[in-house]
């Protein structure tokens, strides 16, 4: 298997990837969860200053921005802003439905959230 992957560092820690791994979960709601912790950890480092939710757009666009910049794609940015949006929504309506702060989401919220979601 190629290291390609391995070339932009991933803010989960080895710790939540391997609690992910070893969950009683199907493989797709596994990915489904890594998906959406790996959106978590790139939305609490990007809105550092706010207190509850991610909703500094702005600041989405300018990461995504980077992001490309990266690959060198313009398609990739527009791409990648539209599902950081669609999961900064998705966390955002499920920490308001649990009361809970975005930030303070956890692994266990998470997957919650993506059982919730399997059912509907």
Not at 8 to 36: A, C, M, W
């Amino acid at each position: 298997m190629s290291n390609q992957t391995n070339s932009f560092p991933s803010p989960l820690s080895d710790e939540i990837v391997k609690n992910i791994d070893q969950l009683n979960l199907p493989i797709i709601k596994k990915h489904h969860v890594r998906l959406l912790a790996h959106c978590l950890e790139i939305f609490k480092e990007i809105g550092k200053g706010e207190n509850s939710l991610f909703e500094e757009d702005e600041l989405l666009k300018e990461w995504c921005e980077k992001q490309s910049q990266k690959f060198n794609d313009r398609n990739f940015n527009q791409l990648l802003y539209e599902q950081m949006s669609s999961a900064a929504k998705k966390l955002n309506l499920f920490s308001k439905s649990i009361k809970k702060n975005f930030k303070e989401l956890d692994l266990e919220d998470l997957i919650t959230l993506v059982e919730q979601n399997q059912e509907n």
